[in-house]
């Protein structure tokens, strides 16, 4: 399946945090958006991963997404080596994407600066002929460099290239982000037997919250995400920056 817009996520929740508005801005404009998470975030103080992947898969019928999938790499030791590039480089492959979203470049989690890093370079080399992956079947797969990629601001506040205006989907990305039941405060169920942790207090959704204010307030709108750039966005028409 092709789709327009993939994002990459170290853990399942990541992209649900960092980028599902945006993909629901293009989803609405009728384009095909879908996420592969990088582990399945079996390092996580609560839940297990097979909760996680039950989550995820809410989420992404919370969302509408197009595809989801994960590529089971080790949560917190996987590498940016060969083996881990052409497992990311088959998933850039089978869904041809125009646009990637990935990590942000440097995080308060050392998993999110190596998934970015990881997920970069895979789709400079996923557009190398020489380089050789297959897919489904032993079918050896067709090089595919994607046109844009773009690092979503996690945690530790970067400076944004470029914000999108998310305001019409906030209600429905706070929805799928709460589909993450162990991970994040939930106001119908607020009691847990499980630890506490950084992001499972109701002040960490205020603070994602507060987040996409400051973000939307930057360019007019009400709730906003931010991206970050690898090389120059260029226009051949200044309108298309209003």
């Known amino acids: 399946m092709k789709l327009d817009i993939v994002a990459f996520a170290s853990h399942p929740d990541d992209a649900e945090l960092g980028c599902v508005g945006t993909l629901l801005v293009h989803k609405a404009l009728g384009k095909k958006v879908g996420v592969v998470d990088l582990t399945r975030g079996e390092l996580g103080t609560r839940g297990t991963p097979e909760t996680r992947a039950q989550e995820a898969a809410d989420s992404a019928t919370i969302l509408g997404l197009d595809a989801r999938e994960n590529l089971g790499?080790?949560?917190g030791f996987f590498q940016n080596d060969e083996a881990h590039q052409r497992?990311?480089?088959?998933a850039i492959r089978k869904y041809q994407p125009e646009i990637v979203?990935?990590?942000?470049?440097?995080?308060?989690?050392?998993?999110?600066?190596?998934?970015?890093?990881?997920?970069?370079e895979a789709c400079f080399y996923s557009g190398l002929l020489q380089v050789k992956t297959q897919?489904?079947?032993?079918?050896?797969?067709?090089?595919?460099?994607?046109?844009?990629?773009?690092?979503?601001?996690?945690?530790?506040f970067i400076s944004p290239d470029l914000v999108v205006d998310i305001t019409p989907f906030w209600e429905k990305k706070v929805e799928a982000i709460?589909?993450?039941?162990?991970?994040?405060?939930?106001p119908s169920s607020p009691e847990s037997s499980e630890p506490a942790t950084y992001i499972s207090s109701p002040d960490f959704m205020r603070f994602i919250e507060a987040r996409?204010?400051?973000?939307?307030?930057?360019?007019?709108?009400?709730?906003?995400?931010?991206?970050t750039r690898e090389r120059f966005v260029g226009v051949k028409n200044l309108f298309d920056l209003i």
């Open 73 to 75: 790499l080790a949560d």
């Open 87 to 90: 497992k990311v480089i088959q």
């Open 101 to 120: 979203l990935m990590n942000a470049i440097h995080d308060r989690h050392p998993d999110h600066g190596r998934g970015s890093q990881l997920v970069s």
């Open 135 to 156: 897919g489904q079947g032993g079918v050896e797969q067709e090089p595919w460099r994607p046109k844009a990629v773009y690092h979503y601001i996690q945690d530790r």
């Open 178 to 186: 709460r589909a993450f039941k162990t991970q994040f405060f939930t």
């Open 212 to 227: 996409a204010l400051e973000l939307g307030h930057a360019i007019g709108a009400t709730y906003g995400e931010g991206f």
